[in-house]
């Protein structure tokens, strides 16, 4: 299983990035798909989740900016972040988890991109 993240970068403030995780070994539209971040010095927080039932969620400090989606014809997850901040500087992570049936719980994360927004 491999999710693969793309699309950071260096962006000025006010401007936009389109994250992607590719997703190979799983059905990423059964799992519940998250992005989270982490910056220097703090804990690894939850950005975003669209769940399996394409239900979505935000951390409220990006609600309004940022829009979780999944492709699942490309096997690939999205993070759509406009109007960025500085306070948006971290390493983006996205992670699949599912519960099946008989209780066992999968999880999955990427290897990270790093969105750095300065002037």
């Known amino acids: 299983v491999q999710l693969v993240e793309s699309g950071g970068g260096l962006v000025q403030p006010g401007g936009s990035l389109r994250l992607s995780c590719a997703a190979s070994?799983?059905?990423?539209?059964?799992?519940?798909m998250g992005w989270h971040r982490q910056a220097p010095g703090k804990q690894r927080e939850l950005v975003a989740i669209?769940?399996?039932?394409?239900?979505?969620n935000y951390t409220d400090s990006v609600k309004g900016r940022f829009t979780i989606s999944r492709d699942n014809a490309e096997n690939t997850g999205y993070l759509e972040m406009n109007s960025l901040k500085p306070e948006d500087t971290a390493v983006y992570y996205c992670?699949?988890?599912?519960?099946?049936?008989?209780?066992?719980?999968?999880?999955?994360w990427g290897q990270g991109t790093q969105v750095t927004v300065s002037s």
């Open positions: 070994g799983i059905i990423l539209s059964i799992y519940d």
């Open positions: 669209i769940t399996s039932h394409t239900k979505t």
């Open positions: 992670n699949a988890r599912i519960r099946w049936s008989g209780g066992r719980e999968d999880v999955y």
